[in-house]
């Protein structure tokens, strides 16, 4: 079964992917800088009609909470990941990796980037685990 990009059951799925890898609990084991919340840009052709928000509470290697906030819930979060849809879709199937889309602009983050920079490896393994989620991208055609 695939699951709708974004949507409270992908959410789940990528939670219990996280918690799940090996990988990404020793490459994270050393992460206490909080939150962090992926923010899908509005797109209208694909309805979207305002910005989707995916607060991941990571603390050490695991995955204490997964879910979509509000903008203002947002905001709390100590990294913001943004990008659109095309961007998000391009990390997820591997067309694009998570470094060279920060350093071409094709994502943004909002937070302090030398604290993530040390954890480049938790955060393409915090990728991998996103990938390994069977996917329905909202511009697929219905089977």
């Known amino acids: 079964m695939a699951y709708r990009f974004p949507s409270e059951e992908w959410i789940e799925q990528f ?6 890898s090996e990988e990404y609990r ?7 800088a909080g ?6 840009n509005a797109d209208e052709r694909l309805g979207l009609p305002r910005k989707y928000y995916l607060w991941l509470d990571l603390h050490r290697g695991e995955c204490r909470q997964a879910r979509p906030v509000t ?15 095309d961007r998000w879709k391009e990390l997820l199937t591997g067309g694009l990796d998570g470094v060279q889309a920060l350093m071409m602009g094709k994502i943004k983050i909002r937070g302090d980037l030398m604290t993530l920079m040390r954890f480049t490896k938790a955060a393409n393994d915090l990728i991998s685990c996103a990938a390994r989620v069977p996917t329905k991208f909202l511009d697929e055609d219905e089977p």
């Open 15 to 20: 939670k219990n992917q996280i918690n799940a």
């Open 26 to 32: 020793q490459s994270a084991a050393q992460w206490e």
């Open 35 to 40: 939150p962090v919340c992926f923010v899908i």
């Open 71 to 85: 903008a203002e819930e947002a905001e709390k979060a100590s990294f913001l990941i943004s990008a659109d849809y």
